[in-house]
Protein backbone atom coordinates (compact mmCIF):
# COMPACT_ATOMS: atom_id res chain seq x y z
CA UNK A 1 0.00 0.00 0.00
CA UNK A 2 1.34 3.48 -0.57
CA UNK A 3 -0.29 6.55 0.64
CA UNK A 4 0.51 10.47 0.02
CA UNK A 5 -0.69 13.65 2.04
CA UNK A 6 -2.64 16.50 0.03
CA UNK A 7 -0.22 19.42 0.16
CA UNK A 8 -2.81 21.37 2.24
CA UNK A 9 -2.62 18.46 5.01
CA UNK A 10 -6.97 17.86 4.86
CA UNK A 11 -6.83 14.37 2.68
CA UNK A 12 -4.94 10.99 2.47
CA UNK A 13 -4.73 9.09 -0.98
CA UNK A 14 -4.33 5.47 -0.55
CA UNK A 15 -3.29 3.48 -3.82
CA UNK A 16 -1.94 -0.25 -4.73
CA UNK A 17 -0.73 -2.72 -1.94
CA UNK A 18 -1.40 -6.15 -0.88
CA UNK A 19 -3.75 -8.23 -1.33
CA UNK A 20 -3.24 -8.57 -5.13
CA UNK A 21 -6.88 -8.69 -6.28
CA UNK A 22 -7.24 -5.07 -4.16
CA UNK A 23 -4.27 -3.27 -5.49
CA UNK A 24 -5.42 -1.82 -8.34
CA UNK A 25 -7.89 0.68 -6.27
CA UNK A 26 -7.25 3.91 -5.10
CA UNK A 27 -9.11 5.22 -1.97
CA UNK A 28 -9.23 9.04 -0.63
CA UNK A 29 -9.92 9.68 2.90
CA UNK A 30 -10.69 13.42 3.64
CA UNK A 31 -9.40 14.09 7.68
CA UNK A 32 -11.77 17.53 7.87
CA UNK A 33 -15.18 15.41 7.88
CA UNK A 34 -15.10 12.82 11.14
CA UNK A 35 -17.17 10.76 9.61
CA UNK A 36 -15.80 10.36 6.85
CA UNK A 37 -14.96 7.04 5.05
CA UNK A 38 -12.41 6.19 2.42
CA UNK A 39 -14.06 7.29 -1.24
CA UNK A 40 -12.81 5.14 -4.14
CA UNK A 41 -11.53 7.66 -7.02
CA UNK A 42 -12.10 5.25 -10.18
CA UNK A 43 -10.29 7.79 -12.28
CA UNK A 44 -6.70 7.50 -10.23
CA UNK A 45 -7.31 3.49 -9.71
CA UNK A 46 -3.79 1.81 -11.10
CA UNK A 47 -4.17 -0.18 -14.05
CA UNK A 48 -2.34 -3.17 -12.88
CA UNK A 49 -1.73 -5.10 -9.65
CA UNK A 50 0.83 -3.86 -7.68
CA UNK A 51 2.94 -3.99 -4.33
CA UNK A 52 5.22 -2.57 -2.49
CA UNK A 53 5.62 0.49 -4.18
CA UNK A 54 6.30 3.88 -3.09
CA UNK A 55 5.91 7.49 -4.50
CA UNK A 56 4.58 11.40 -3.72
CA UNK A 57 2.74 14.41 -4.51
CA UNK A 58 5.24 16.42 -7.01
CA UNK A 59 4.59 20.25 -7.52
CA UNK A 60 0.92 20.24 -5.67
CA UNK A 61 -0.77 18.06 -8.85
CA UNK A 62 1.06 15.09 -10.15
CA UNK A 63 1.09 11.61 -8.57
CA UNK A 64 3.64 9.50 -9.18
CA UNK A 65 4.39 5.89 -8.24
CA UNK A 66 7.82 4.11 -8.71
CA UNK A 67 9.02 0.62 -8.07
CA UNK A 68 7.20 -2.28 -6.26
CA UNK A 69 6.17 -5.95 -7.61
CA UNK A 70 3.30 -7.41 -9.11
CA UNK A 71 2.93 -9.72 -6.25
CA UNK A 72 4.50 -11.14 -3.02
CA UNK A 73 5.25 -14.04 -5.10
CA UNK A 74 6.40 -12.47 -8.80
CA UNK A 75 10.14 -12.48 -8.53
CA UNK A 76 10.36 -9.77 -10.77
CA UNK A 77 10.97 -6.17 -9.00
CA UNK A 78 10.00 -2.54 -11.08
CA UNK A 79 12.40 0.57 -12.03
CA UNK A 80 9.15 1.77 -13.66
CA UNK A 81 7.79 4.95 -12.17
CA UNK A 82 4.00 6.16 -13.45
CA UNK A 83 2.19 8.43 -13.37
CA UNK A 84 -1.03 7.79 -11.34
CA UNK A 85 -4.42 8.05 -13.12
CA UNK A 86 -2.87 7.32 -16.47
CA UNK A 87 -0.97 4.18 -18.22
CA UNK A 88 1.46 6.39 -19.17
CA UNK A 89 5.44 5.23 -17.69
CA UNK A 90 6.57 8.78 -16.38
CA UNK A 91 10.31 7.68 -15.97
CA UNK A 92 12.76 5.05 -14.81
CA UNK A 93 14.73 4.45 -11.59
CA UNK A 94 18.22 3.73 -11.72
CA UNK A 95 17.24 0.42 -9.60
CA UNK A 96 14.58 -1.91 -8.93
CA UNK A 97 13.25 -1.29 -6.04
CA UNK A 98 10.37 -2.87 -3.93
CA UNK A 99 10.06 -2.27 0.16
CA UNK A 100 11.37 0.91 -0.62
CA UNK A 101 10.59 4.96 1.29
CA UNK A 102 10.09 8.50 -0.07
CA UNK A 103 9.48 11.89 0.70
CA UNK A 104 8.84 14.62 -1.28
CA UNK A 105 12.28 17.16 -1.80
CA UNK A 106 13.15 20.28 -3.32
CA UNK A 107 10.44 22.10 -2.99
CA UNK A 108 7.86 19.62 -4.55
CA UNK A 109 10.05 19.17 -7.49
CA UNK A 110 11.52 16.17 -6.81
CA UNK A 111 10.59 12.69 -5.00
CA UNK A 112 13.99 11.27 -2.68
CA UNK A 113 13.34 7.21 -2.97
CA UNK A 114 15.47 5.22 -0.47
CA UNK A 115 16.85 1.84 -0.14
CA UNK A 116 14.39 -1.30 -0.44
CA UNK A 117 15.24 -4.93 -1.66
CA UNK A 118 16.80 -5.51 -5.24
CA UNK A 119 16.63 -9.15 -5.56
CA UNK A 120 19.80 -9.06 -7.82
CA UNK A 121 22.38 -7.42 -5.38
CA UNK A 122 20.55 -9.90 -2.36
CA UNK A 123 18.62 -7.99 0.04
CA UNK A 124 18.47 -4.30 0.86
CA UNK A 125 19.94 -1.32 -0.58
CA UNK A 126 21.87 1.74 1.09
CA UNK A 127 21.78 3.69 -2.15
CA UNK A 128 19.04 5.84 -3.15
CA UNK A 129 17.88 8.42 -6.21
CA UNK A 130 15.62 11.49 -6.74
CA UNK A 131 13.24 11.79 -9.67
CA UNK A 132 12.89 15.18 -10.89
CA UNK A 133 9.13 16.38 -12.21
CA UNK A 134 11.20 16.58 -15.85
CA UNK A 135 11.62 12.83 -15.25
CA UNK A 136 15.29 13.39 -15.08
CA UNK A 137 16.68 11.07 -12.31
CA UNK A 138 19.92 11.17 -10.07
CA UNK A 139 22.14 9.07 -7.79
CA UNK A 140 21.00 10.67 -4.22
CA UNK A 141 22.95 10.32 -1.01
CA UNK A 142 23.56 6.74 0.45
CA UNK A 143 21.64 5.64 3.34
CA UNK A 144 23.22 5.02 6.85
CA UNK A 145 22.72 1.19 6.57
CA UNK A 146 21.50 -1.06 4.26
CA UNK A 147 17.12 -0.92 4.53
CA UNK A 148 14.11 -2.05 3.40
CA UNK A 149 10.71 -2.13 4.92
CA UNK A 150 11.70 1.39 6.41
CA UNK A 151 9.84 4.62 6.58
CA UNK A 152 10.85 8.18 6.18
CA UNK A 153 9.34 11.02 7.08
CA UNK A 154 10.11 14.70 6.50
CA UNK A 155 10.15 16.89 10.12
CA UNK A 156 10.65 19.95 7.97
CA UNK A 157 11.88 21.75 4.93
CA UNK A 158 15.73 20.60 6.02
CA UNK A 159 15.39 17.48 8.24
CA UNK A 160 14.20 13.81 7.67
CA UNK A 161 14.33 10.99 9.55
CA UNK A 162 14.61 7.54 8.63
CA UNK A 163 13.13 4.49 11.22
CA UNK A 164 13.25 1.21 11.94
CA UNK A 165 13.05 -1.10 8.44
CA UNK A 166 14.96 -4.52 7.85
CA UNK A 167 18.60 -5.36 7.12
CA UNK A 168 17.57 -8.80 5.73
CA UNK A 169 19.63 -11.14 8.84
CA UNK A 170 17.53 -13.81 9.63
CA UNK A 171 18.02 -13.02 13.11
CA UNK A 172 16.32 -11.20 16.20
CA UNK A 173 17.33 -8.55 14.72
CA UNK A 174 15.45 -8.71 11.28
CA UNK A 175 13.57 -5.65 12.14
CA UNK A 176 15.81 -2.69 13.40
CA UNK A 177 15.01 -0.38 16.34
CA UNK A 178 17.49 2.12 14.95
CA UNK A 179 16.46 5.97 14.04
CA UNK A 180 18.78 8.65 12.15
CA UNK A 181 18.24 12.32 11.62
CA UNK A 182 19.28 13.61 7.88
CA UNK A 183 20.14 17.09 7.60
CA UNK A 184 18.94 17.51 3.59
CA UNK A 185 21.17 20.32 2.80
CA UNK A 186 24.48 18.80 4.28
CA UNK A 187 23.59 14.88 3.65
CA UNK A 188 24.75 14.52 7.02
CA UNK A 189 23.24 11.11 9.20
CA UNK A 190 23.09 11.96 12.73
CA UNK A 191 21.73 8.72 15.63
CA UNK A 192 18.51 9.25 16.54
CA UNK A 193 17.18 7.48 19.70
CA UNK A 194 15.88 3.62 19.08
CA UNK A 195 12.03 2.46 19.08
CA UNK A 196 11.28 0.33 22.02
CA UNK A 197 9.79 -1.97 19.10
CA UNK A 198 12.14 -3.11 16.13
CA UNK A 199 9.78 -2.92 13.38
CA UNK A 200 9.62 -2.72 9.52
CA UNK A 201 6.92 -2.30 6.84
CA UNK A 202 5.53 0.17 9.30
CA UNK A 203 3.54 3.76 9.09
CA UNK A 204 4.98 7.37 9.95
CA UNK A 205 4.10 10.57 9.94
CA UNK A 206 4.11 13.75 12.02
CA UNK A 207 1.16 15.45 13.70
CA UNK A 208 0.82 18.56 15.95
CA UNK A 209 -0.55 18.38 20.03
CA UNK A 210 -3.14 21.02 19.66
CA UNK A 211 -3.08 21.89 23.96
CA UNK A 212 0.89 22.80 23.73
CA UNK A 213 1.30 23.10 19.88
CA UNK A 214 4.28 20.70 19.90
CA UNK A 215 5.62 18.81 16.65
CA UNK A 216 5.13 14.56 16.87
CA UNK A 217 6.97 12.22 15.11
CA UNK A 218 4.21 8.90 15.37
CA UNK A 219 5.27 5.49 14.30
CA UNK A 220 2.67 2.67 13.43
CA UNK A 221 2.24 -1.03 13.07
CA UNK A 222 4.26 -2.92 10.56
CA UNK A 223 5.83 -6.21 11.58
CA UNK A 224 8.21 -6.68 14.80
CA UNK A 225 9.59 -10.36 14.13
CA UNK A 226 8.83 -12.81 10.69
CA UNK A 227 5.24 -12.50 10.06
CA UNK A 228 4.24 -11.44 13.44
CA UNK A 229 1.97 -7.58 13.24
CA UNK A 230 2.86 -4.94 15.77
CA UNK A 231 -0.31 -3.34 16.40
CA UNK A 232 1.05 -0.88 18.33
CA UNK A 233 2.48 2.89 18.71
CA UNK A 234 5.35 5.04 19.53
CA UNK A 235 5.18 8.47 19.39
CA UNK A 236 8.05 11.43 19.73
CA UNK A 237 8.12 14.96 21.07
CA UNK A 238 9.88 17.32 18.38
CA UNK A 239 10.32 19.71 20.30
CA UNK A 240 12.55 17.54 22.99
CA UNK A 241 15.25 17.49 20.18
CA UNK A 242 17.14 14.33 18.83
CA UNK A 243 17.52 13.18 22.40
CA UNK A 244 14.40 12.61 23.15
CA UNK A 245 12.66 9.43 23.68
CA UNK A 246 9.62 7.01 22.29
CA UNK A 247 7.01 6.58 24.56
CA UNK A 248 4.12 4.09 23.95
CA UNK A 249 1.15 5.73 21.77
CA UNK A 250 -2.89 4.69 21.52
Known amino acids: MTSFLHSAFTKVLVTTGSPSNDSVRTEVFDLTNPNAICEGSTTLDFFRP ?12 RLILCGGAPSETHPRVLRNCWTLGTRRQFTSMLSTRA ?5 VVNGGQGLWITGGFHPGLGGPLRSTEIVSIDGT ?9 RREGHCLVKLNSTTAMLIGGSNHSYTATHYSRKTWFHDIQTRRWIRGPNLNLGRTLHSCGTITDIENGHRMVVVAGGKFYKSFKAWSTEIMDLSIGP ?8
Do not use: D, E, K
Not at 50 to 61: D, P
Open 99 to 103: VASSI
Open 50 to 61: LMFATGGLLNGN
Open 243 to 250: NGNWTSGP
Open 137 to 145: VRRGPNLPA
